[in-house]
């Protein structure tokens, strides 16, 4: 019927083809922390967690996902890549409590002789005992065709032969992989309706890598061609360029065709966020979905044009993602900018004072300085010559800092009328610092939020005199929006603390909301 949506699955990889990504590893913790969001927060149909005879670490992280899984249900949702080796790769995974094992298959001639020095018969026969001896097991299984992408542009036949071989087995998925990232959308389509028409009742999959940055167009086309799943991995992790990334192929595939997936996009973030901790891999600013600015609006013309109707809306809205919409200070903003911040600010000024604002913001900008909508008020504060609007102040600090001790702070905090003061010790001197700062809020009612990233930055030259620039990007639990205050001063310290007591007067204005 018309409207009608078809429901694509969705693969997560991060955990096994992830793991590729040059100097990326994780523990079993780590490993079993993300499985769970996987499985219970995002809701990806599966995950696939490990590669067989990898490493003890590897074997201790599959035992304990499985554990996990075959509580809450879902050990059909977790799988592991397992190889044409007899009985090998399938003792290991049924020994680690796995029950679905993916062989990696060579999907194309060149790769079939080239680097197993076999025929194709051999290859298929020893394909073939693998299999059989999976199912004695009692494992599921299902195939890649490596390089498939290329063994159906230079020998089909390969192919055709071999899927008469997985279909004699009742191979319950055939994933179509696109080993080297090559095919552009039309390529997939192409490729992808000929494997269909050929095998009807197949269910074929699509794994791809990004290496042309076409990953998630090509996604849609293995979708839109008949494909009834596709792989991706968190943050587009993997070899080269990486996989198809997730939050983007969830996104187009439910925004761009008769699809929609069983994904909970409100939680993307927060898991890109948490492979971001624990990959040690940054996410790019303007990463779609997930990167800090994808949200943000620079322009004042398009500030402007929401506050006359979201007229720079789109489906991609951010609170659909757990979001909000930010306007940018700096060189481009219009009034439109600067009004849309002072309104989330709960702030009013006359005309000839907005016009100084925006002025000074604009010459801040000029310098390459983009100003936090959180910083704003400061800004008033200079412009009009008036006493700084803070509720908080850190009067007064003293830090300790020797080779042979562990460092410890004192610091004094005034809130509103109120003094209190506190004394800690840390791993390092700002750490020691925000110790003691948490003990001193305590009697206000204040705290602190988590501590996201702490970032330096000098000028060129490596001055010992020059300013130093310390930005703090403060955060809540996974999921939650990010938010960043600076600090500038000639100590490190000293910018941080700055940096410090400008987020304590954003928390403090919030709570007497």
């Known amino acids: 019927m018309s409207g009608e949506r078809r429901r694509i699955e969705v693969?997560?990889?991060?955990l096994r083809d992830g793991e590729q990504t040059p100097e990326v590893a994780y523990t079993p913790e780590e490993k079993l922390q993300l499985a769970k969001v996987l499985l219970l927060d995002v809701g990806v149909d599966r995950i696939e967690v490990a590669g067989t005879r990898v490493s003890e670490g590897e074997r201790e992280a599959a035992r304990r996902i499985c554990r996990f899984a075959r509580r809450q249900g879902a050990l059909r949702r977790i799988e592991m890549l397992g190889y044409c080796d007899g009985k090998k790769s399938v003792d290991w995974l049924h020994e680690t409590g796995g029950r679905v094992m993916n062989l990696l298959v060579k999907g194309s001639e060149r790769h079939c002789r080239g680097q197993l020095r076999m025929t194709p018969e051999q290859h298929r026969r020893r394909v073939t005992e693998t299999l059989e001896y999976a199912r004695k097991r009692r494992v599921r299984s299902g195939v890649y065709l490596e390089d498939w992408s290329s063994g159906m542009r230079d020998a089909p036949d390969y192919i055709f032969a071999m899927m008469r071989t997985l279909c004699a087995q009742r191979v319950e998925r055939i994933h179509l992989a696109d080993t080297l990232g090559h095919q552009s959308p039309d390529?997939?389509?192409?490729?992808?309706?000929?494997?269909?028409?050929?095998?009807?009742?197949?269910?074929?999959?699509?794994?791809?890598?990004?290496?042309?940055?076409?990953?998630?167009?090509?996604?849609?086309?293995a979708a839109?061609?008949?494909?009834?799943?596709?792989?991706?991995?968190?943050?587009?992790?993997?070899?080269?360029?990486?996989?198809?990334?997730?939050?983007?192929?969830?996104?187009?595939?439910?925004?761009?065709?008769?699809?929609?997936?069983?994904?909970n996009e409100a939680s993307l973030v927060g898991v890109s966020r948490l492979v971001e901790s624990f990959s040690g891999k940054e996410i790019s600013a303007n990463a779609p979905i997930v990167g800090t600015d994808v949200f943000t609006q620079t322009g004042g013309i398009h500030a402007d044009g929401d506050a006359k109707g979201d007229l720079y809306e789109s489906r991609l809205a951010p609170r659909r993602f757990g979001r909000k919409r930010r306007y940018a200070l700096g060189k481009l903003s219009g009034r439109a900018s600067l009004d849309q911040n002072l309104a989330q600010l709960g702030i009013e000024l006359p005309e000839k004072a907005r016009e100084q604002v925006l002025r000074r913001i604009i010459e801040l900008g000029d310098k390459k300085h983009t100003v936090m909508p959180e910083d704003l008020r400061f800004i008033i504060a200079d412009v009009l010559k008036a006493p700084k609007e803070q509720m908080l102040r850190i009067t007064a600090y003293h830090v300790s800092v020797g080779s042979d001790e562990h460092p410890e702070a004192t610091v004094r905090v005034r809130y509103k009328s109120r003094e209190a003061n506190a004394n800690a010790k840390g791993d390092?001197?700002?750490?020691?610092?925000?110790?003691?700062?948490?003990?001193?809020?305590?009697?206000?009612?204040?705290?602190?939020?988590?501590?996201?990233?702490f970032r330096v930055r000098i000028p060129p030259g490596g001055r010992t005199s020059a300013l130093v620039e310390t930005l703090i990007t403060w955060g809540g639990e996974a999921g939650e929006e990010n938010w960043s205050t600076l600090g500038v001063d000639s100590d490190q310290l000293a910018a941080a603390v700055i940096a410090t007591e400008k987020m304590l007067n954003a928390v403090a204005k919030q709570n007497e909301r």
């Open 11 to 14: 693969m997560d990889t991060t």
């Open 428 to 453: 390092g001197g700002y750490d020691a610092f925000m110790n003691a700062l948490k003990k001193a809020l305590k009697p206000f009612g204040l705290e602190a939020p988590l501590l996201r990233d």
């Open 224 to 263: 839109r061609a008949g494909c009834r799943g596709v792989h991706v991995s968190v943050n587009g992790l993997g070899e080269r360029a990486g996989n198809a990334r997730l939050a983007e192929v969830v996104a187009v595939l439910n925004d761009h065709g008769p699809f929609e997936t069983g994904v």
């Open 187 to 221: 390529d997939v389509r192409r490729a992808v309706e000929l494997m269909i028409a050929s095998w009807p009742e197949t269910h074929f999959e699509y794994h791809c890598h990004n290496d042309y940055g076409l990953a998630a167009a090509n996604c849609l086309a």
